[in-house]
């Protein structure tokens, strides 16, 4: 089970967007794509077959998961991650300072 989920709001912690939130896309491996953080300028070709123009264009680039954290909007700030078992067996997350459940 993992810590961080696609759609969960996360903080960054390292690197050039340090401190702005965003929220999870998709994770591989040991990176994950946040929206609209961590853009570089990438040059394409043209390819008339598919339709696209060529230039630049402004992309999302996959951050280490090391250097995010999960946002908790009671506390305003970055948080850690814990595991809880229920009665029935089932494993939800819950932070680790305030003991709320993330995933209800």
């Known amino acids: 089970m993992n810590k961080i989920r696609k759609g969960d709001t996360v903080i960054i912690n390292a690197g050039k967007d340090k401190g702005k939130q ?20 990438k040059h394409t070709k043209p390819n008339p077959s598919k339709g696209d123009q060529g230039g630049l264009i402004n992309k999302e680039m996959p951050i280490q998961i090391s250097n995010i954290a999960i946002y908790n909007n009671a506390l305003k700030k970055a948080d850690k991650v814990t595991f809880k ?12 300072s305030t003991k709320e459940a993330i995933d209800v």
């Open 85 to 96: 078992e229920l009665k029935d067996g089932k494993k939800i997350r819950i932070f680790k």
């Open 22 to 41: 965003g929220i999870v896309l998709k994770l591989d491996g040991g990176k994950v794509l946040v929206e609209g953080l961590n853009m570089v300028k």
